[in-house]
């Protein structure tokens, strides 16, 4: 008879994960700014959350460009050394660029430890998260893409190194071997995903005649959250990067005019370019859609550098000329962090009209400022949608009488 207090308890099983201690390097250029560093290296920390490990410390230094064999100068490396030999919880290193086969490698003979760059980091998360066939393909292809040019530092006991009695033969053979594996599997993984894409676009061209509204924007910022509000649908959300890698599509219907609203892969800065090719087909979902809907985290203080990379990537998508509405999200946190909490509401208002007009300005497209969890000003949302959506109904059917 089991106790009390084990009923209702999820049992699990498989092995359990440790979580990893590390430590975070960053380099600061001379055309960044400490704050710009110190943003970027918070995000470098969410993503080792993410991952599943615990920040014990950062590491910066003053560089125009990463040193060629260790990242780092030779006395800002011997600092991280000593702080591991004093530390002996911290098990790995993370740093904010990526590096080369023989960097890692000469970093991790230094260092005795094991060596991440950010783009390893990210295909860990997304290798973690992906679910459908479609992702984990895509994540495979992305990870054999970065590991090809990488293969010369990660298999140096394959390299003739040494000259000698016993250290001639078919060492640097067995290397081309192995490059010529990784080849194959990417030639494999790119048809096998060619297939896949094929199927996808049948999906789309299958939906009918029906308006695609696609939710765009930096990971984090609320895209799965406004999905499920808008559509009533139960999309995974959650405070982590990445939380969304498949995109999810689901038909709404706003009074009597019925939409398809699709939840794309949050973008980041710095995203390694091998994924951006992998998830090109997951992407398609903005460059097919027929409205953008760019969501913006008006909250954090890097929300500008945000938005720029949202917009390049749209731009690289080919996708940044389709019709467009920025949606300021989490201004609940904004008004929180900002306004004085003897503010008069008049006062708040007419702030936030001026704010909404700055936007417009700026970025040359309509918006709305809300929140996504207490559904403040959802109807003006609702609303701009509900004429974009008639006004392309209107393009695509110009003759066909509207029930709406």
Same mark, same amino acid.
């Given at each position: 008879?089991?106790?009390?207090? @084990? !009923?209702?308890? /999820?049992? &699990? *099983?498989? %092995?359990?994960? +440790?979580?990893?201690?590390? =430590?975070?390097?960053?380099?600061?250029?001379?055309?960044?700014?400490?704050?710009?560093?110190?943003?970027?290296?918070?995000?470098?920390?969410?993503?080792?959350?993410?991952?599943?490990?615990?920040?014990?410390?950062?590491?910066?230094?003053?560089?125009?460009?990463?040193?060629?064999?260790?990242?780092?100068?030779?006395?800002?490396?011997?600092?991280?050394?000593?702080?591991?030999?004093?530390?002996?919880?911290?098990?790995?290193?993370?740093?904010?660029? @990526? !590096?080369?086969? /023989?960097? &890692? *490698?000469? %970093?991790?003979? +230094?260092?005795?430890?094991? =060596?991440?760059?950010?783009?390893?980091?990210?295909?860990?998360?997304?290798?973690?998260?992906?679910?459908?066939?479609?992702?984990?393909?895509?994540?495979?292809?992305?990870?054999?893409?970065?590991?090809?040019?990488?293969?010369?530092?990660?298999?140096?006991?394959?390299?003739?190194?040494?000259?000698?009695?016993?250290?001639?033969?078919?060492?640097?053979?067995?290397?081309?071997?192995?490059?010529?594996?990784?080849?194959?599997?990417?030639?494999?993984?790119?048809?096998?995903?060619?297939?896949?894409?094929?199927?996808?676009?049948?999906?789309?061209?299958?939906?009918?005649?029906?308006?695609?509204?696609?939710?765009?924007?930096?990971?984090?910022?609320?895209?799965?959250?406004?999905?499920?509000?808008?559509?009533?649908?139960?999309?995974?959300?959650?405070?982590?990067?990445?939380?969304?890698?498949?995109?999810?599509?689901?038909?709404?219907?706003?009074?009597?005019?019925?939409?398809?609203?699709?939840?794309?892969?949050?973008?980041?800065?710095?995203?390694?370019?091998?994924?951006?090719?992998?998830?090109?087909?997951?992407?398609?979902?903005?460059?097919?859609?027929?409205?953008?809907?760019?969501?913006?985290?008006?909250?954090?203080?890097?929300?500008?550098?945000?938005?720029?990379?949202?917009?390049?990537?749209?731009?690289?998508?080919?996708?940044?000329?389709?019709?467009?509405?920025?949606?300021?999200?989490?201004?609940?946190?904004?008004?929180?962090?900002?306004?004085?909490?003897?503010?008069?509401?008049?006062?708040?208002?007419?702030?936030?009209?001026?704010?909404?007009?700055?936007?417009?300005?700026?970025?040359?497209?309509?918006?709305?400022?809300?929140?996504?969890?207490?559904?403040?000003?959802?109807?003006?949302?609702?609303?701009?949608?509900?004429?974009?959506?008639?006004?392309?109904?209107?393009?695509?059917?110009?003759?066909?009488?509207?029930?709406?």
């Amino acid at each position: 008879m089991s106790d009390n207090w @084990d !009923l209702g308890k /999820k049992k &699990t *099983s498989g %092995l359990k994960r +440790e979580v990893e201690h590390c =430590i975070i390097v960053g380099i600061i250029r001379r055309d960044q700014t400490n704050e710009q560093v110190t943003e970027y290296l918070d995000e470098l920390e969410f993503l080792a959350e993410t991952a599943g490990a615990v920040t014990k410390k950062r590491f910066t230094q003053k560089m125009d460009h990463p040193h060629v064999r260790t990242f780092v100068g030779s006395g800002k490396l011997e600092e991280i050394i000593q702080y591991i030999q004093t530390h002996e919880e911290i098990s790995l290193i993370i740093f904010d660029d @990526d !590096l080369t086969g /023989k960097q &890692t *490698s000469l %970093l991790e003979e +230094e260092t005795k430890i094991k =060596i991440v760059d950010r783009s390893q980091l990210i295909l860990d998360i997304f290798a973690n998260r992906a679910q459908t066939a479609q992702a984990r393909t895509q994540v495979e292809l992305a990870q054999m893409q970065y590991l090809l040019p990488r293969l010369r530092g990660l298999w140096t006991h394959l390299e003739r190194q040494r000259g000698g009695i016993g250290m001639r033969g078919p060492g640097e053979m067995e290397i081309e071997t192995d490059r010529r594996i990784v080849r194959d599997k990417i030639s494999l993984l790119k048809k096998k995903l060619e297939k896949i894409d094929q199927q996808a676009q049948t999906q789309r061209k299958n939906r009918g005649q029906l308006i695609r509204v696609a939710l765009v924007g930096y990971t984090n910022v609320g895209k799965s959250t406004l999905m499920n509000s808008l559509s009533k649908s139960d999309v995974f959300a959650e405070n982590k990067l990445f939380a969304t890698l498949d995109t999810k599509v689901k038909k709404v219907v706003m009074g009597s005019m019925p939409y398809l609203l699709s939840d794309t892969v949050g973008f980041i800065r710095k995203l390694p370019h091998h994924l951006i090719e992998s998830f090109k087909s997951t992407l398609d979902e903005a460059k097919e859609s027929d409205i953008i809907v760019h969501v913006v985290d008006m909250a954090h203080p890097q929300f500008e550098d945000h938005v720029k990379t949202v917009i390049q990537t749209l731009k690289d998508l080919d996708a940044l000329e389709k019709p467009t509405l920025m949606v300021f999200n989490k201004i609940d946190l904004y008004k929180e962090r900002n306004f004085d909490e003897y503010l008069e509401e008049e006062e708040a208002d007419d702030i936030l009209a001026e704010l909404k007009e700055n936007m417009k300005n700026t970025y040359g497209v309509d918006n709305v400022l809300i929140s996504a969890v207490t559904k403040e000003n959802f109807d003006e949302l609702k609303e701009k949608l509900r004429f974009m959506i008639d006004e392309q109904y209107n393009i695509r059917y110009p003759y066909q009488t509207k029930t709406w």
